[in-house]
């Protein structure tokens, strides 16, 4: 089972910043946060991901929470492009199996 | 930099045959993972290779097997095709390094007859 928690769907007017909420509650030290999205008919893409700190890449920023049992996920300027569904992971690095939840659907209003 | 790329990316069978669906990972990518996505049941891992070596496998019957070249290509084969075995087929390639993330192809479309 997914160790994560999201809500199924979330709205976002395009421009707008979209931050999309993951609780895990349960995750151990040495487990990694990763986010990934995936659009109608594609493969996942990878986003971001982060253990402890607040990362930043030229698609999103990753916030950790300092206990580290949510996160959030900031796309600063969504555009429509940016509709899809949004998986919020919790593994013990990219060499272990990625358990996939049901995920929150974005979807960005024009 | 090309990405993981599958082939092929639609494929028709009908129950009882078997398939194989080829994966080619991310160059300097070691590792190949293969997840199934059938309609209403999510993601779910499949198998990984890492090296040539099966390193971990889902809950899923023998019938679905692989193998890794040592060009750290992949394949996936399903043997005695059932019908719930329609899905999307996703390979994903990461690197070495522990927290390098999966990186996805867009998947082969298995339709069974």
């Known amino acids: 089972d997914a160790k994560t928690t999201q809500p199924p769907s979330m709205d976002c007017a395009e421009g707008r910043a979209a931050n999309l909420p993951c609780n895990h509650s349960?995750?151990?030290?040495?487990?990694?946060v990763y986010w990934y999205r995936q659009i109608h008919s594609q493969g996942p893409q990878y986003i971001i991901h982060?253990?402890?700190n607040n990362e930043t890449n030229e698609m999103a920023s990753l916030i950790i929470t300092e206990d580290r049992k949510s996160s959030t996920l900031i796309l600063p300027h969504a555009t429509l492009r940016d509709t899809a569904v949004y998986y919020c992971?919790?593994?013990?690095?990219?060499?272990?199996?990625?358990?996939f939840g049901t995920g929150t659907l974005l979807a960005v209003q024009p | 930099e090309a990405g993981v790329t599958q082939s092929p990316t639609h494929l028709i069978k009908t129950r009882g045959q078997q398939v194989t669906l080829r994966c080619s990972p991310i160059?300097?990518?070691?590792?190949v993972y293969w997840y199934q996505q059938a309609l209403g049941l999510g993601l779910q891992f499949l198998l990984w290779?890492?090296?040539?070596?099966?390193?971990n496998r889902g809950n899923f019957p023998p019938r679905f097997s692989g193998r890794q070249f040592p060009n750290y290509s992949s394949e996936l084969n399903v043997n005695a095709l059932e019908l719930e075995d329609s899905a999307l087929y996703l390979c994903?390639?990461?690197?070495?390094?522990?927290?390098?993330?999966?990186?996805f192809g867009d998947g082969t479309r298995l339709s069974i007859l």
């Open positions: 994903a390639s990461s690197g070495r390094d522990f927290d390098q993330p999966q990186h």
């Open positions: 349960t995750i151990s030290g040495n487990e990694y």
């Open positions: 982060g253990l402890k």
């Open positions: 992971i919790v593994s013990l690095g990219a060499t272990n199996k990625l358990i």
């Open positions: 160059s300097g990518h070691t590792s």
């Open positions: 290779y890492d090296e040539g070596e099966e390193r």
